[in-house]
Structure formats: C-alpha cells, structure tokens
C-alpha cells in the first residue's frame, strides 16, 4: 500500500533527478520539518545551534502545517523523485513504514555508543527501532490530553480544573454566560483527532482506548462506551465560536492568551506558544488534564529519521542524531517546546510545573500501563485506518450526526480499511 502510493507519485512526477540529486553538500543537514509557529521556531533553534557546534551547517526545510500532514505529503514526493531530505521529523506508524521500503539510515553506530538503549521508554522505541535497529532519534514526548485554560477567566469566574467531564459543560455553560469563548478550537481533522484521544480515554480508560484504537477491536470500536465518547465530542462542539472552521492551533492558542477564549484541548506544543509570549504556567494559564483523564498519559513522539544517500552523507547524519539525542539539548528543547524529553535521564530543573507533572506522571503511567500512544499523532495505528478514523470524527465534529450513527460508521470505516 505505501509503497504503491510512493510509486504512483513517483509516476506523476518528472525523472531525472537521479544521482545528483544526492550528491549534497557533506558538510551541510537538510532537515525537513513542520515547526513553523513561534514556540516550535524558538525551540528547533537549540538543534540547530547545536549541530553547527558539531561542525555542520543545517539547511532548513519547513513545511508549515501543524499535525505534519503538509510535510508528509511533501516527503512523499520527494522520496519518489529520489531526492529525500537528508533528516525529516517523523510520527509513530510512519518511521516503521518508510524503514521497510529501505529508505532509512541505521543509527546503531550512535545509538550503541551513547547507550540508547538504557534512555528511552518502552513504547518509544517500539517506533524507533525496527528489527532491533535504531532508525529514529527521539527528541521529544508530547502528550495530548491536556486542557489550557487561561487563569484570569477562571479566576474571574471562580472556576476550578473541572474533575469530571459533566463539570466541564457546566464550567463552559458559565464561561459562556459571561460572554467568552469557552473552547478555542481550530477546525481541521487532526485538531479534532487530538479532541477525540482524551475523549476515548475519558470515556474509557486506558484499557478500552488500546483495545479501541490500538487493537481496533470490532467490540469495542462499536460500544455504547465508544457513543460516549462521540458524545463528548458532540458537547464540545458547543462550546466553540462559529469561526472555528480551518483555524491553525497556535491561532486558537493565542485566543486563550488574550483572553477571548478561556480553554483549549491541545498537545503541549501549545505550552510553547505561552512561554514564547512570555507567559508563566499557574501565573497567566492553567495546566491540566482532560477530565476523566487524569493519571493517564496519551504520548505523540518526534523522532528524526535520516535517509540513506551514500558514505558522504553518513558523518553529517551521525552527527545530527547525536544533537537530537544530546542531554542538554534534550532539556533546553524541551523546555521550550512545552514538552519532556524522550530521555528518562534528564533532571527536572528548569522545566515549569506543567512540565515537571508531564515527567511524574509519565513515570506513574508507564508502571501502570497507562501510557498510550496517540490515535491523532500515528502512534495508535497505522495510516490506512488512521485516516479512515479521522474522516468519521471529522465528518461527526461537523454535522449533526447522532452518536449511535457514527459509532456505526466507525466500525465500517475501520474494517474497510484493514
Ligand atoms: C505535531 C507535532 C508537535 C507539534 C504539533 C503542531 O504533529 O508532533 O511537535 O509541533 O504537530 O505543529
């Protein structure tokens, strides 16, 4: 299936690039990636800083689009007119996919030396790894239940994290009242994908969310736990304004900043975005989980995977996984980019209270089997389903479809595309 799509791009694109297209600059990493906003900007500039230590220059692929789905379709045609980036920022189902083509470098050399292996969780490397090999370098991990409130909105109101999903349609029915936003949303599918992890979770709990969207079992993908969950979703599409449609996620984060909006359910890249506009966590926003959530860490991974181009291109790529692996990389990334490192070594100084829970409760999570890879980011299914799944959310977030009606069509969604 991957492999014919990368063929049919291949056939509607023009040959010819061929050998030279990877005769690169040794000296020089492209890297290709979708972090466009301003606190995703600031946080690849520790990268960039430290591969130029190492020697190298870093040439700068952007392909703007939050989610990443722009630059996977870039990608795509690229590696079908053979003339892939030297390093791409990666997703879950999609580093394991383009690593049985034989597109990916090996990074054993690396990861052997500086003892990989040790750093990383369990359900990290299982995207990082294929057949025992190192293919990705992860920087960072994510985690997508999360709610940001804006805390002036909420101290004005009297309002407290809600702990139960009932009292957050009562807290939005206030906010409302009082003549703000309740939910700042941006309307494009992997935005409402993201909604939809927590929404499953909290209807759920860790162990249907696996059996649901990792395992796709037919019985509990057609549950009536499973209409709770669309239920839920069907609630938080009344809590939005009527612009929602299309909106990027940093302009929805930037609503709760200025206080036209009072909450957003969104990975903590958005943490980012505060920090970048110079806001303090517990100070200026609130941190925490979706209700019904709590305890349970929902993680969306970027890992950087190199292609292979050849001997020149290997110390350059070497070295560009040693920077995303790097320590003090690791903690001064992710301290910008609102999430934690993918290496469990890294102290929690200098990471605020939002990040310093993230690391807590990743540990807890991981003990209790509590840890989930995320449906919306590729890292509870791979592609096929995936996208079949984001079209009945999607289509359900934007008409008045009942909830028993779409748990139906999931169902068929996702046996169809197995
Ligand atoms: C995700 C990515 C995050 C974040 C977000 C918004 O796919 O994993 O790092 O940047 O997109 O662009």
């Known amino acids: 299936m991957f492999k014919k799509q990368i063929i049919a791009i291949a056939a509607t694109l023009l040959a010819g690039h061929g050998a030279s297209a990877l005769a690169a600059d040794a000296k020089t990493v492209e890297v290709m990636h979708w972090w466009t906003s301003g606190g995703e900007a600031k946080a690849l500039g520790v990268l960039k800083d430290n591969l130029k230590e190492r020697g190298y220059a870093w040439k700068d692929s952007p392909i703007a689009g939050g989610g990443g789905e722009a630059a996977r379709t870039v990608l795509k045609a690229r590696v079908a007119s053979n003339n892939p980036p030297d390093a791409i920022q990666m997703l879950g189902f999609t580093i394991p996919e383009y690593a049985a083509e034989g597109y990916l470098a090996n990074l054993d050399p690396v990861a052997t030396k500086e003892g990989w292996d040790k750093l990383v969780p369990p359900p990290i490397q299982r995207f990082s790894k294929v057949d025992g090999h190192w293919i990705a370098a992860p920087v960072d991990v994510h985690r997508t239940n999360w709610i940001w409130a804006n805390k002036k909105i909420f101290d004005e109101l009297k309002l407290t994290p809600p702990k139960t999903f009932d009292e957050l349609v009562t807290a939005a029915a206030a906010i409302r009242k009082a003549g703000y936003i309740p939910l700042a949303h941006g309307g494009q599918p992997w935005q409402e994908a993201t909604i939809f992890d927590s929404a499953v979770m909290s209807a759920g709990g860790p162990k249907f969310y696996q059996q649901a969207l990792v395992k796709l079992d037919t019985g509990a993908l057609g549950s009536k736990t499973m209409e709770k969950a669309f239920d839920q979703m069907r609630a938080l599409r009344g809590m939005v304004d009527p612009n929602f ?75 560009f996984a040693s920077t995303i692996m790097d320590k003090g990389v690791q903690a001064r990334f992710n301290q910008i980019k609102g999430s934690i490192p993918a290496r469990l070594d890294v102290p929690e100084d200098g990471f605020d209270e939002c990040g310093k829970k993230s690391m807590t409760d990743l540990r807890s999570a991981l003990k209790a089997d509590a840890m989930v890879g995320s449906f919306a980011h590729g890292h509870a299914m791979p592609d096929g389903p995936k996208t079949a799944v984001y079209d009945v959310v999607t289509h359900f977030f934007n008409s008045n479809q009942s909830s028993a009606d779409a748990v139906k069509a999931l169902v068929s969604a996702v046996n169809n595309s197995k």
Not at 261 to 269: E, S, V
């Open 245 to 319: 449609p299309g909106r990027d996620w940093n302009l929805a984060t930037s609503m709760v900043i200025s206080g036209k909006a009072a909450m957003q359910i969104m990975g903590d890249w958005a943490k980012g975005e505060f920090a970048s506009a110079g806001k303090k966590a517990n100070v200026d926003y609130l941190c925490f989980q979706y209700p019904g959530t709590e305890g349970t860490f929902i993680f969306n991974t970027d890992q950087f995977a190199t292609f292979k181009k050849g001997e020149a291109s290997v110390p350059g790529e070497q070295a």
